[in-house]
């Protein structure tokens, strides 16, 4: 079943506001990975994070690693319009051998 | 140069014809993964080979065989396909098969079952 609960679903903002969204889950994680997907593509790796607390920036992205394992966020400060997609969170669980994927969050940004 | 390419791009196909999907990557990667995405968008993990090698066989319907007939390729054939199938299917590859790997992921195969 579900493991990962992502939130929002969707956003829908104004160029050049903030962005935040956040992934939840009741197990732990070794690693998070944050992807983006756009249309008739498939999702393209924007973060990885390995370490709990782990703070990593890209560009005007920026994601963490909870401290609990078991959460993370990601924040795109500034957005402009080519930042619409789909942004997936993906969190290998302890002891497994696979990625879990979150529903996604869908963003929508009006220029 | 396409990383991980997969063909075809569309496949629109009636109830009970047997299909496939193909992927190759020219990464040099060991190891290959289909994923199925639903219309909700929810990616899931079906099938991980490493080096020809199945290593993850989640549970799919064994309608669904993966082949790999070497490492650059692993291709997906689905007999007496069903309405249910129809989704966008994934095919990523990356260095290891720990995870820990960064995947690179195709540009999907949107099937349509009729």
């Known amino acids: 079943g579900q493991q990962l609960n992502q939130s929002p679903q969707s956003m829908f903002i104004q160029e050049g506001e903030d962005v935040s969204m956040n992934c939840t889950s009741s197990s732990i994680f070794n690693t998070w990975l944050w992807y983006k997907q756009e249309p008739g593509e498939g999702p393209v790796l924007l973060i990885a994070l390995y370490k709990a607390g782990e703070l990593t920036s890209n560009g005007r992205l920026t994601a963490q690693f909870g401290i609990t394992r078991k959460d993370s966020f990601l924040n795109i400060s500034a957005s402009i319009p080519s930042d619409v997609g789909i942004y997936f969170c993906a969190g290998q669980l302890q002891g497994a051998q696979k990625l879990v994927f979150g529903q996604g969050t869908r963003l929508t940004i009006n220029p | 140069d396409t990383a991980v390419s997969q063909t075809p791009k569309y496949l629109v196909t009636q109830m009970g014809n047997d299909k496939s999907i193909k992927c190759e990557q020219n990464?040099?990667?060991?190891?290959m993964y289909w994923y199925k995405q639903d219309s909700k968008k929810f990616l899931k993990i079906m099938f991980s080979?490493?080096?020809?090698?199945?290593?993850i066989n989640e549970t799919v319907p064994n309608r669904f065989s993966p082949k790999s007939p070497d490492k650059a390729h692993l291709n997906l054939h689905i007999n007496s396909l069903e309405l249910g199938d129809s989704a966008v299917y994934f095919c990523a590859s990356s260095q290891a098969s720990t995870f820990l790997d960064i995947q690179y992921f195709g540009a999907g195969t949107r099937l349509s079952v009729l």
């Open positions: 990464l040099g990667h060991d190891t």
């Open positions: 080979y490493n080096n020809k090698e199945l290593i």
